[in-house]
């Protein structure tokens, strides 16, 4: 209420004053009064049409009103205008999520936490948009680390209590009545990956077309959830008029699900080593290739050698952001410049011989340097 009064009494003297209406919309919501939100923001955007900030707080009034569209609307158009905008990232990835739109979310929670990575709500909502897609190991990561910086959360203490039921209940599921027996398990550690890349694992391992065709659409998601779903849900009346047919056509599910489970990962991988490879491959060889880079070739070949491609670079650039909501500076910083340095200096030298490829490089890794240097990196 303090904070209402300050906003009361400032633009008692400057009636046209966007940041303290916005800032007093903000508070309103908080406090639940989304009447009195909507009246300061909207007599914002009069004011000044194309101020991000006013942008963003409409972006939240329409997301408590249950507009998700709107939220979207408007939250792109505040990052149009100021890409700093957290909160409208924020905003933007919470309405993708609830209609169900989960990569695109966690696009949007990354890029707000890129920007403000102490945030624990956003850190929260990113785990709970990892949560609808069943994956509760890294939903806990989230929760977890949400926890570590606001431990008073009940919501996130929730979260971390239904994360650790599901997993119990994944590891364990329960069986429909009179069910038939259970499909045996891959054995510990999977396929050999060698054999899977050749397509000789045995007689449920056709070729590798076969394989890839099996691991398309494979997500360890996705497969989780279609065990649990099949083997703890029970019968319902319509269904026990077939009730056989019902429960072979969901030991059928499982068992396409724990086949992809036992081959796809392996697979998966191989397929990433290869994409990884390619990705580096081509990019040392568009510089040793170019006649001017001639001079600078063995220093060329030196730094592709550490080179670290997709989508690992992805997932590392992911765990350097948890280091960095979690605290841990000086892990932060190394895995960072582990993951970027040897692009940044692949960058210095393109400069000398490839001006596109110098300029590609600065424009997909030296806005991260930048962040890092703000947050206390060397």
């Known amino acids: 209420m303090e904070s209402i009064a300050d906003y009361d009494g400032l633009l008692a003297v400057e009636p046209d004053n966007t940041s303290a209406l916005n800032g007093r919309a903000a508070s309103h919501l908080k406090l639940g009064r989304l009447a009195d939100a909507k009246a300061d923001v909207a007599r914002s955007k009069v004011i000044d049409p194309k101020n991000p900030l006013t942008l963003t707080v409409l972006s939240t009034v329409a997301f408590a009103e249950g507009d998700l569209q709107a939220t979207i609307d408007f939250a792109s158009q ?3 205008l100021d890409s700093r905008q957290s909160a409208a990232y924020a ?6 999520r609830e209609t169900g739109r989960y990569q695109e979310a966690l696009n949007d929670y990354n890029a707000a936490l890129r920007l403000n990575p102490y945030a624990s709500r956003v850190l929260y909502q990113r785990g709970l948009t990892h949560f609808r897609m069943t994956n509760y190991d890294q939903a806990l990561i989230d929760y977890k680390a949400s926890a570590a910086l606001n431990p008073r959360d009940e919501e996130v203490s929730r979260g971390i209590e239904e994360v650790e039921r599901r997993k119990a209940a994944v ?3 329960a069986r429909p009545i009179d069910a038939p027996p259970r499909i045996a398990e891959a054995p510990p550690g999977g396929p050999d990956r060698k054999a899977v890349k050749d397509g000789a694992t045995g007689p449920d391992v056709a070729d590798p077309e076969d394989l890839a065709s099996l691991c398309s659409d494979y997500s360890e998601d996705h497969t989780l959830n279609v065990i649990l779903e099949n083997r703890t849900r029970g019968i319902t009346m319509r269904e026990m008029e077939n009730k056989e047919k019902v429960l072979e056509a969901r030991e059928k599910k499982v068992a396409h699900a724990q086949k992809q489970r036992r081959l796809c990962p392996a697979w998966k991988k191989v397929r990433e080593q290869e994409a990884k490879k390619m990705f580096t491959a081509n990019l040392r060889a568009e510089l040793v290739n170019e006649p001017a880079c ?7 070949e030196s730094i592709s050698s550490r080179l670290v491609g997709h989508p690992e670079l992805e997932q590392r650039s992911e765990a350097a952001m948890l280091q960095m909501a979690m605290g841990q500076k000086d892990s932060y910083c190394k895995t960072l410049g ?3 340095g040897p692009y940044l200096e692949l960058r210095d030298v393109a400069s000398r011989c ?9 424009q997909t890794f030296g806005s991260v340097a930048q962040e ?3 947050n206390g990196c060397r």
Not at 91 to 96: C, G, V
Not at 294 to 300: C, E, G, V
């Open 372 to 374: 890092a240097r703000q």
């Open 354 to 362: 490839n001006p596109s490829v110098a300029m590609g490089l600065h």
């Open 338 to 340: 582990q993951l970027i």
């Open 171 to 173: 590891a364990q599921p």
């Open 294 to 300: 001639a001079p600078f070739r063995s220093q060329i």
């Open 78 to 80: 505040a990052i149009g």
């Open 91 to 96: 905003n933007r990835a919470s309405a993708y």
